[in-house]
């Protein structure tokens, strides 16, 4: 069946759910007892009416701020995820997702394939607050959501996160007291040209990674990379206010544009951090094309970059 694609990471891609999805991703939550039993009491607490009734910009190929997705690993449905925009005083998006085996369970893949919805819901909407809402007898959902980053919340006033949804969802699927409510505050993330006042910032990133990098940063090196810094466009990407990464770039008046240097703060890897820095290029420089000046090859084939040409080291003849 030809899906189309939301994001993906990995050997794991999101799908939008369509219409005729419903029934799968009703039927995916009760081929296995483990399954349901971890989500609900009994099969009459979730009835198919919530799935076939469910509002319909729920499903399509159209991107939205509310959607079910569908997990796809190693080229098999495994499960599905959702995700609702709640218009709050604590504005947010409420996320819900089941595996349709246990065999997928236990392995990381229901966590990665929620990191991966978070980081690109930040990056397409720029969400900040995440909650998820699980039952008490799920103590393997919670411990997973945990590792997301999510946080139980011994004080959670709905009426400070749902909007419309407030009498629908505000006392959580499972009622006030089997209810865990979980928040998760993201950063917002910024990708924007360096100044002059993030020097400092700059350098102690470079200095963090230590030798490979300290022609830059160690000795006269800092001064020669400040000179370089002031004749460069160069990209820098924060977390609220930690810098994660920078790319420097030098524009060939119309004939290309080149990225000389790439680095994402070894804590971020992982999160596309790299390919967003590049893509800002593309997209300010949209009818140029943008190179990258590679010595770790492997990365960019990793993210379908095409190879072109190769450079040498010249030096005079003796």
Known sequence: MNRHLYTERNDIKLLYAEEKDRRLIYDMAFEEDETWQAMVASKEDFPWSELRDEESH???????????????????????????????????????????SSRYAGKGIGSSAMKLLIDSLVKDYNIETFIIRPWVRNPRAIKAYEKC???????????????????????????????????????????????????EALFQLLEREGEEWKDYWQG?????????????????????????????????????????????????RGKEYGRMLMEQACHEFSNDTVYVMSDVNPYYEKLGYKKEGTIFIVKPKL
């Not at 504005?91 to 089941?98: G, I, T």
């Not at 749902?162 to 959580?172: Q, S």
């Open 58 to 100: 729920f499903f399509g190929i159209d991107p939205g701020r509310c959607k079910y997705l569908l997990i796809e690993y190693n080229e098999q449905i495994i499960g599905t995820i959702s995700h609702t925009y709640h218009d709050g005083k604590i504005p947010n998006m409420e996320l819900d997702m089941w595996l349709r």
């Open 149 to 199: 980053g999510f946080v139980v919340m011994d004080s959670f006033n709905p009426e400070e996160y749902y909007g419309k949804y407030l009498e629908i969802g505000g006392d959580g699927d499972f009622g006030e007291e089997e209810t865990v409510n979980m928040v998760l505050s993201v950063n917002p993330i910024l990708i924007r040209r360096y100044k002059l006042e993030d020097e």
């Open 220 to 268: 006269t090196g800092r001064q020669k990379y400040q000179k370089a810094l002031a004749s460069s466009i160069t990209y820098l990407l924060y977390e609220g206010s930690v810098l994660c990464g920078f790319a420097r770039c030098r524009d060939d008046d119309g004939f290309g544009f080149y990225v000389y240097d790439l680095l994402v703060d070894k804590k971020h």
